[in-house]
């Protein structure tokens, strides 16, 4: 509660800023008439509404509460995890990664614990989430282009160097009829998305979701 007051405090402070340079966030309460519709006028207004935005969002970010938004934090805006961009897609060091417990099987280790959870949940009810593989080093994107063909011309591998199991991101799952169901329902409260089409069986983690 203390963090929406302080948040409540800051929009009047920004409000009150607004007012004294003659901007209101209510737009019918602007120079008490009709705003003309040319284009100067629209623009003024839009831009207006961009700065008590940015303002707003400005005043909204030092007190948020320990854990939320931290998973948005941890990727770019492409899904790449920020603390992985420096080594490079399939060529992330075993430090970084960690192995899906009970299985042979490696991710960035967020993901990692996250199928983890969501492993442990499906076998809670009564069905098995199987792996059939995971992160990829740069050589094996590689040989699986060759050998399975690219995404981009009707084939199933991504152009190396730019698969999502490069980051240690996705997984392919060995799933039965009632598996593939379950995680349809249930695996985008651990962060897995069915996220390439004619794959059914290759799920992105996005942490945020
Ligand atoms: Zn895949």
Known sequence: MDGVAAVSQRIGEIEGRLALLGLSRAPGGVLGGPLPTTAPATAAASTSGRSFEAALAEASTTPAPAGVGSGKALVDAKGVPVELRQYGNGTVPA??????????????????????????????????????????????????????????????????????????????????????????????????????????????????H
């Open 95 to 208: 430090s970084a990664l960690s192995n899906v417990e009970g299985t042979k099987h490696t991710l960035w280790t967020p993901a990692a614990r996250s199928l983890e959870a969501l492993r442990s949940a499906a076998a809670a009810d009564g069905v098995t989430i199987g792996i059939t593989d995971s992160y990829r080093t740069l050589a094996s994107q590689v040989d699986l282009a060759e050998r399975k063909g690219l995404y981009s011309q009707g084939g199933l591998a991504a152009k190396p160097g730019t698969s999502m199991h490069g980051w240690g991101m996705a997984v392919d799952l060995s799933l039965d009829s009632k598996a593939q169901a379950w995680m349809r329902t249930n695996a985008g409260a651990y962060g897995f998305v069915e996220d390439t089409p004619r794959e059914p069986w290759h799920w992105g983690y996005h942490p945020t």
